[in-house]
């Protein structure tokens, strides 16, 4: 495995010796907001100490990034494959435009995640959140499925204005009761034991990946939120 001490590395070196690496396991130590760490990477590890900066994992096409903290914006922006774990929290518009691969935040994430993220055939992304997310949760989702859990408090665990534009893929939000400020244009259902099945396997990830109870995460029920098959934003996004 090696070894890189990232402290007061510009980010454009620190990706240098990232991508120039014969080793497929690295550790970045002392990260502290270097940007695109992990940008289009494919059969690497990295195991980041500290807080990377925006667009960790941009354009990531396999291989795996798990931070021992928390990370910043546009995690996962673009990302095609592979896996980015998050032990803390991440901020605003996690992954944005995501295409495929999974992204789990034990933590909390700001705004606008999941925006414009899609999905193809079998591209199917998956971006859990063990808190909760801001405003703006699933913009424009086209595809794929986002699981938010609100572990760490009461109430529903997303922001304002969720769902805004929502033409494609699926959502699943653990909480007694939904905002009332979601649009006419999704609907809204408790999650039937059918749908639980269908991210079953999502949740035993998760769960492993950072030691927490499934008997906990399953004692509130699930909401599920898709588009309206009559929603007006799918003739702008799609041929019938």
């Given at each position: 495995m090696m070894r890189i001490d990232a402290d007061g590395k510009y980010f454009r070196q620190l990706n240098e010796?990232?991508?120039?690496?014969?080793?497929?396991?690295?550790?970045?130590?002392?990260?502290?907001?270097?940007?695109?760490i992990g940008a289009g990477m494919?059969?690497?590890?990295?195991?980041?100490?500290?807080?990377?900066?925006?667009?960790?994992?941009?354009?990531?096409?396999?291989g795996n990034i798990r931070v021992k903290g928390n990370a910043q914006d546009q995690t996962g922006d673009t990302m095609n494959a592979g896996a980015i774990v998050v032990e803390g929290s991440s901020g605003d518009a996690?992954?944005?435009?995501?295409?495929?691969?999974k992204i789990f935040v034990k933590g909390n994430a700001?705004?606008?995640?999941?925006?414009?993220?899609?999905?193809?055939?079998?591209?199917?992304?998956?971006?859990?959140?063990?808190?909760?997310t801001g405003s703006f949760l699933g913009e424009y989702q086209a595809g794929g499925t986002i699981i938010v859990l609100g572990l760490n408090g009461t109430g529903a665990p997303m922001g304002n204005l969720c769902c805004a534009g929502?033409?494609?893929?699926?959502?699943?939000?653990?909480?007694?009761?939904?905002?009332?400020?979601?649009?006419?244009?999704?609907?809204?259902?408790?999650?039937?034991?059918?749908?639980?099945?269908?991210?079953?396997?999502?949740?035993?990830d998760f769960c492993r990946t950072f030691g927490i109870s499934k008997e906990e995460v399953l004692s509130k029920k699930f909401h599920l939120i898709t588009p309206n098959?009559?929603?007006?934003?799918?003739a702008l996004y799609t041929f019938n």
């Amino acid at each position: 495995m090696m070894r890189i001490d990232a402290d007061g590395k510009y980010f454009r070196q620190l990706n240098e010796e990232v991508r120039a690496a014969d080793d497929t396991e690295i550790t970045i130590d002392r990260c502290n907001g270097q940007r695109y760490i992990g940008a289009g990477m494919s059969g690497k590890s990295l195991l980041i100490h500290g807080v990377p900066g925006n667009a960790l994992g941009c354009y990531l096409n396999g291989g795996n990034i798990r931070v021992k903290g928390n990370a910043q914006d546009q995690t996962g922006d673009t990302m095609n494959a592979g896996a980015i774990v998050v032990e803390g929290s991440s901020g605003d518009a996690t992954g944005y435009a995501m295409r495929g691969g999974k992204i789990f935040v034990k933590g909390n994430a700001g705004y606008r995640v999941g925006i414009h993220m899609k999905a193809y055939r079998e591209q199917q992304p998956l971006i859990v959140v063990g808190g909760k997310t801001g405003s703006f949760l699933g913009e424009y989702q086209a595809g794929g499925t986002i699981i938010v859990l609100g572990l760490n408090g009461t109430g529903a665990p997303m922001g304002n204005l969720c769902c805004a534009g929502m033409h494609g893929g699926r959502m699943f939000v653990r909480c007694e009761e939904l905002p009332k400020d979601l649009p006419a244009q999704v609907n809204t259902k408790v999650a039937s034991p059918e749908d639980m099945a269908s991210i079953d396997g999502y949740l035993d990830d998760f769960c492993r990946t950072f030691g927490i109870s499934k008997e906990e995460v399953l004692s509130k029920k699930f909401h599920l939120i898709t588009p309206n098959t009559k929603n007006p934003y799918k003739a702008l996004y799609t041929f019938n």
